[in-house]
């Protein structure tokens, strides 16, 4: 058996937590800290080679400092759970349209082109769903406080 200081791992953990684990589970968290850890140094040295409008993921992933702070990931966390209730509030088509264009970044010909319609039929979808995004989040987040007002305007 192993002992493991939870604080090592968990960010969430403010104070020294040890606990005895098998050596087979020490071995892998240690392994996926380093894997994580080698991850974040790939991305800071590789950032300058990628164009802002290359549209494949990997500058979001760059760009989006990381932070060990509880209560940024907590804020990030709901953000994320108030989006995607958002999404499942619309229709399946808006949906996925617009999880394709924003999540995703497909360009509106390339949605097109994959679900066999024009062009504007995608856009005027984008355009109903976001503004339909747009009415839940202002009846649903009303009297939130003010971390929910930022999650609206961040969205």
Same mark, same amino acid.
Not at 17 to 33: G, Q, R, Y
Not at 88 to 98: A, D, F, M, T, Y
Not at 127 to 149: E, T, V
């Given at each position: ?8 791992? =968990? #960010? ?10 098998? $050596?087979?589970?020490? $071995? ?6 380093? =894997? ?13 080679? =990628?164009?802002?409008? &290359?549209?494949? +993921?990997?500058?979001?992933? &760059? ?27 619309? #229709? ?7 999880? &394709?264009?924003?999540?995703? +970044? ?8 994959? $679900? +066999? ?14 503004? &339909?995004?747009?009415? =839940? ?7 939130? #406080? ?7 305007? +961040?969205?």
């Amino acid at each position: 058996m192993a002992a493991i200081n939870l604080k090592d791992f =968990y #960010p969430w953990y403010t104070h020294d937590e040890f606990i005895e684990v098998s $050596e087979e589970t020490a $071995e892998e968290l240690f392994v996926d800290k380093r =894997y994580q850890k080698s991850h974040e140094q790939r991305i800071r040295r590789n950032m300058a080679f =990628y164009s802002l409008d &290359a549209q494949d +993921g990997i500058e979001a992933s &760059a760009i989006i400092s990381h932070t060990d702070n509880p209560e940024y990931i907590f804020t990030m966390m709901e953000k994320h759970c108030r989006l995607c209730q958002a999404l499942n509030s619309l #229709p399946e088509v808006q949906g996925r349209r617009i999880d &394709a264009r924003y999540l995703q +970044g497909k360009s509106i010909q390339d949605i097109a082109v994959s $679900e +066999g319609v024009s062009e504007s039929s995608v856009k005027e979808s984008i355009d109903r769903g976001l503004k &339909a995004m747009k009415k =839940y989040f202002s009846n649903n987040f009303q009297n939130c #406080p003010a971390i929910c007002h930022q999650s609206e305007a +961040g969205i």
